[in-house]
């Protein structure tokens, strides 16, 4: 009877998991066939898809970018960190990519890429948050105010964390790491940002994309838990059970799961839950001996990028000096400043704390 109660909560997941690639088309890897059921357009304008069973879509948005500005910079770490941290504050890809432009067009001076991103995405939407972008991904307001202060030490710590990435192989220390050492980044976000760095080839150590940690309190345990996955016992006996079941991946399985269980929630809203990926980007996926594969939206494999990534301090950077290690000294009267992020926030300044 246990065995029979077992087969019977897999299978309702395994029925789940079929309708909901059925009905969204949602692919679990990066290949030419697969990109093409996308049926996605090759021009200037934004793909808008329903969430995949692979995040590399996801990721590739930010991939893309980043490799652009990387090329046109000359492979400079410290300006290509900063775009990368803005995801902090703004994890719609959309958004993302709209802050950056924004900042890039500002006429202000001696101002980081970070900080002019969150003032110029401030004024344009005063009354929501830093979190902007007509696709949806998943957008949370941006919390409470961070002070510069915070910002500009989560940007040293990161030169510290992507060393720490490359050299142990313990994901589940890496990421707590990341959790503790950047400035608002949850174990969602400590995750998107070690898949984005290796992507771009800064962490070089795959092992963290191919491992898999569970969230014990999340809305994905939740939904489980209704369906009768009430333990970590459960939940492994269940993960094992679809990799077999579809022969995928563990960190596959994992996202497939969540979506596919976010999708059963939302039937319905409109899809209010989307992905993005522009007509003009690539799709970036690792093949079986870890090297980088690119393809354009019709599928047609490209060269990958072969970052030349140069971590030497720019003399004529314009804004605070992070890596520097007394720049918190130099900077001391920068640093008091606040940064408002929070919705709806009171334009009353605070210090530092």
Not at 86 to 99: A, K, Q, R
Request: charged letters at 25%; one cysteine or more; glycine letters at 6%.
């Amino acid at each position: 009877m246990l065995f029979c109660a077992k087969w019977e909560k897999h299978n309702r997941f395994s029925n789940i998991f079929l309708d909901w690639q059925a009905q969204c088309n949602a692919i679990t890897s990066i290949t030419s066939t697969n990109i093409q059921s996308l049926q996605l357009s090759v021009n200037n304008q934004v793909n808008a898809l329903l969430p995949q069973g692979t995040k590399d879509i996801y990721y590739s948005w930010f991939a893309h970018e980043l490799f652009d500005m990387a090329h046109r910079n000359n492979w400079n770490v410290y300006f290509i960190l900063e775009a990368v941290y803005w995801m902090v504050f703004t994890p719609s890809p959309v958004g993302w990519l709209d802050g950056l432009k924004l900042a890039l067009r500002s006429e202000s001076t001696n101002r980081n890429l970070i900080l002019k991103c969150i003032d110029e995405m401030v004024k344009r939407a005063p009354g929501h948050s830093v979190s902007s972008g007509d696709i949806r991904r998943r957008q949370p307001s941006a919390g409470g105010s961070a002070s510069v202060e915070k910002v500009m030490q989560s940007l040293n710590n990161l030169l510290s964390l992507i060393k720490f990435a490359n050299e142990c192989n313990d994901t589940k220390i890496v990421l707590e790491e990341f959790r503790m050492g950047v400035h608002k980044a949850g174990p969602l976000i400590a995750t998107e940002l070690i898949h984005v760095l290796t992507k771009i080839g800064l962490i070089t150590n795959l092992t963290h994309i191919r491992n898999v940690s569970l969230c014990e309190d999340n809305t994905t345990r939740d939904r489980t838990r209704k369906l009768g996955i009430n333990t970590t016992n459960d939940m492994d006996d269940l993960m094992r059970f679809l990799r077999r079941e579809f022969s995928l991946p563990s960190d596959v399985v994992e996202n497939s799961v969540c979506e596919m269980l976010r999708w059963r929630s939302n039937t319905g809203n409109g899809g209010r839950f989307q992905e993005a990926i522009g007509g003009w980007q690539y799709i970036y996926t690792f093949d079986t001996d870890d090297s980088l594969l690119a393809f354009d939206v019709e599928g047609y494999q490209k060269q990958a990028p072969t970052p030349q990534w140069d971590y030497t301090p720019p003399l004529d950077y314009a804004g605070i000096r992070w890596w520097e290690d007394n720049y918190k000294s130099t900077y001391y009267h920068q640093l008091k400043e606040v940064v408002p992020l929070k919705r709806g926030a009171s334009k009353k300044r605070k210090r530092s704390s």
